[in-house]
């Protein structure tokens, strides 16, 4: 292999070859840490990261930046909530928290592209009144208490003997792979991300393409808000707050490996698992909680410092 081919492969896989490194080292150091349950664990907790860092990653395709997911993906859950504790079926709730996220995501559509504001701005707006709206429905105060066994199956149940929150995250990992490689939809998508004057000047309708982008961000904050809500039966108003920084983390790191420099299905996927891993690990070790701040710091820097041409163009392009 001359210089040439392993730098490119160094570039493409080298991050997830170091995750293979550490997952060894925890095997090896972090006692429990190969135990079936503990690895299950480990997923089941990285799924609700991993599907909003999916959902980020589908704005950020479209040379947008969501910063709004997490406070919306907490509106959702105190929606999907409310309508559980004042008698309405699962179905009225899970359609309201999904609704709630497309809603939002429509919003941040709009104000970039027709109100013309940089998806920066916009979305931290959103975000804002996400927040407002989240505290206004509950008044501060968690939903808690007796919650539908049938909406509790949601994120607590099996399908197929899978626990369900790995088969949801499975399923939508699909759907998102082949939204992008399989549909016209997907190859728009990353047309107008790659190259928006070129996409609009091919016929593409850029405005409506950045539209959807953002709006499937909203439907994944949706989604993580009704699992997350089903799996722990509680929902306050701030939810998703501690999920902003991992699922970023997990999109920025995902995209120094298998397709460097682009934000890609699996490796949101392998950023989600790293990060995941890292934190049980040192959990397993007896490390202090701080050192994975400290660390995910770190991730996100050398994250950006690789990606940072394709940020800037994402934050501030109108």
Known sequence: MNSTVFK????????????????????????????VQNLSNIIKQISFMA???LGFSLAFLVAELDLSFANVCSLCAVCTGWFIHHGHGPEIAVLAGL??????????????????VPSLIATLATASIA????????????????????????????????????????????LAL??????????????????????????INVRAIKIIGL??????????AVLMTSSLASASPNSAADLMLTAIAAVLLGMTMFEPGR?????????????????NGLILMGMEYYFQDILLGIIIVMSVAFSSSVLKKAAFSI
Not at 11 to 35: D, I, Q
Not at 132 to 149: I, K, R
Not at 263 to 279: K, R
């Open 99 to 116: 609704l709630v996220g497309v809603g939002a995501g429509l919003l941040n559509g709009i104000l970039v592209t027709v109100v013309r």
């Open 215 to 224: 709006a499937l961000s909203g439907l994944a904050a949706g989604i993580t």
């Open 131 to 174: 927040n407002g709206f989240s505290f206004m429905v509950t008044q501060g105060v968690a939903f808690v208490g007796q919650w539908d066994s049938r909406f509790l199956w949601i994120g607590r149940g099996d399908v197929f003997g899978i626990p369900a929150l790995i088969f949801w995250l499975v399923l939508l990992s699909v």
């Open 263 to 279: 934000a890609n299905v699996l490796g949101t996927l392998f950023g989600a698992v790293i990060i995941g891993m890292l934190g």
């Open 8 to 35: 490119t492969w160094l570039g493409r896989y080298g991050t997830c070859v170091a995750g293979l490194l550490l997952f060894a080292f925890f095997a090896v150091f972090a006692p429990n840490f190969l135990a």
């Open 51 to 53: 599907i909003l860092g």
């Open 178 to 203: 082949f939204l992008l490689k399989q549909t016209r939809l997907g190859f728009r998508m990353l047309a107008v991300g790659e190259a928006t004057e070129a996409a609009r000047l091919a016929g």
